[in-house]
């Protein structure tokens, strides 16, 4: 099929080369020339495992990038809009979704044949058929359902791992309108054989992605929860209580032969210095507030962001416990990006740590594989500095915090061990055995 996509993010981009190398035709287009003329020239403008293989494989075969969206509307079947929806505050902010709906709209004004359009971007339920699809036929002068269709097919792709949740994914969620939306958004996915699809209709198919996100940091903040709580009580160790939590039947079946079903949604159900990234904060808030603008409070949800809001603290708490003051403290933090494996800073925890820890008259160093350039644009450059390496990062400093877990930081017990006097190490994401370092402190300790 012929496939334009609308916004050229981490969503955009990863869906449009995955849809290249499936045999789809695709066009890219974003409104930053930047981004559009870097993927024209096979240079991803994110940092993700395995796109920029992908994308120079079928760059100018099945795949261009463009800033014209009526020219790559008109030249194609299908557009998916995968713009930022992010949360302003007190609501979704659906800006960027209205203002590409409308382009839309005005390009299908100038074509004849049956067109389908799919919001691919996160939106609280109700957007696509009363929001956008209102768009399209008041731009278009069209009638959706006749002219053109409407379909909502959420993204489930996790940053880091995006190639590989896309090329297999776990689910595909299929809204539409009526039968021939869905019918045309099966034929966009018959190149997955065998994944399971939900097919539904649009609202219910915006709620799946709202619940599957909202469980994910629910299960984070219980974790944390019970974290601070054999923090407070004392002689009770986290780690320990998860992986016995973990063991349970229902977490881990336990298989004929005696081996153990271990799913990955065991790693939600661990304590740390609290979630970010792009997706659940901003999704669990307008989700609560959409709860909010129909008469129903969410106050399980409520907890979840506010217990979250509150993490960060922990690793403070910790490093008070060695300094009266950081006034002055030189302190080397290990990881800036939201989660391992991605260079994208949005709500990291390393944003409110590094920035609690300058305000407490830290000097503050801090070392990220990747994420390094993105969080010097966000926290500056003053007694804040970026190292090119661990060890870098780790000398001469009286204090360790670890924010994000990347696998390269397992090393940290052998990089410390030359080190005199040794730091105190706060493990903010309990992935370093807590024996194998000298002045060592964990969220949930
Ligand atoms: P992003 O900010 O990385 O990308 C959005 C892109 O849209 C930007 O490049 C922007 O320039 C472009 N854009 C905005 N308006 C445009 C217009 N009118 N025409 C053309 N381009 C336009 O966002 P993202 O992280 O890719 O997220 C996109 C959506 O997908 C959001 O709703 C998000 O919640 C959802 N989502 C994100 C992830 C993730 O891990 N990032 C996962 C699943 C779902």
Not at 170 to 192: C, K, N, P, T, W
Not at 282 to 311: F, T, W, Y
Not at 326 to 342: K, N, Y
Request: aromatic letters at 4%; a negative charge.
């Amino acid at each position: 099929m012929k496939v334009s996509i609308i916004g050229t993010g981490y969503v955009g981009l990863v869906t449009g080369v995955c849809l290249a190398e499936k045999g789809h035709q695709v066009i890219c287009v974003d409104v930053d020339v930047e981004k559009t003329d870097k993927i024209n020239r096979g240079v991803p403008p994110i940092h993700e495992k395995g796109l920029e293989d992908l994308l120079r494989r079928n760059l100018g075969i099945r795949l261009n990038a463009t800033t014209d969206l009526e020219t790559a509307v008109l030249e194609t079947d299908v557009t998916l809009i995968a713009v930022g929806t992010p949360f302003d505050g007190s609501a979704i902010d659906l800006t960027y979704i209205q203002n590409a709906a409308s382009q839309i709209g005005t390009a299908l004004r100038s074509k004849s044949a049956y067109h389908l359009v799919v919001v691919k971007s996160t939106v609280v339920p109700g957007t696509t058929d009363r929001v956008v699809r209102p768009l399209l036929e008041e731009a278009s002068l069209k009638k959706a359902g006749v002219d053109f269709g409407v379909g909502m097919n959420p993204e489930f792709l996790t940053e880091g791992e995006a190639i590989q949740d896309f090329m297999c994914p776990d689910r595909i969620v299929l809204g539409g309108m009526d039968d021939a939306s869905l019918l045309a958004l099966e034929q966009l996915y018959s190149v997955f054989p065998g994944v399971d699809v939900v097919r539904t209709n649009n609202s219910t198919a915006e709620m799946i992605k709202y619940t599957s996100n909202a469980l994910l940091a629910t299960m984070i903040s219980f974790s944390n929860e019970i974290g601070n709580l054999c923090s407070a009580l004392g002689g009770i160790d986290v780690a320990d209580v998860m992986k016995g939590l973990q063991l349970s039947k229902y977490l881990s079946v336990v298989q004929p032969d005696g081996t153990r079903l271990k799913p990955d949604i065991n790693g939600f159900l661990w304590a740390g210095c609290g979630f970010g990234g792009s997706c659940l904060p901003k999704d669990v808030k307008a989700l609560i507030a959409h709860g909010e603008s129909v008469g129903r409070p969410m106050p399980l949800l409520k907890a979840v962001i506010e217990i979250n809001e509150e993490q960060h603290q922990q690793v403070l708490i910790r490093l008070h416990k060695h300094f009266d003051s950081l006034h002055g403290v030189h302190i080397g933090v290990l990881g800036l990006a939201f989660r391992p494996d991605t260079d994208d800073m949005r709500e990291s925890p390393a944003i409110p740590i590094v920035k609690e820890l300058l305000s407490r008259g830290a000097v503050v160093k801090a070392y990220d594989p990747i994420a390094n350039d993105n969080a010097r644009k966000i926290l500056g450059n003053g007694r804040f500095q970026t190292c090119d390496s661990l060890t870098q990062a780790i000398t001469d400093v009286e204090a360790v915090v670890l924010v994000t877990s990347w696998r390269e930081f397992k090393t940290l017990p052998e990089s410390l061990a030359g080190i005199n006097p040794q730091p105190v190490v706060i493990d903010g994401r309990r992935m370093i055995e807590k024996n194998s370092i000298a002045r060592y402190e964990g969220i949930g300790l």
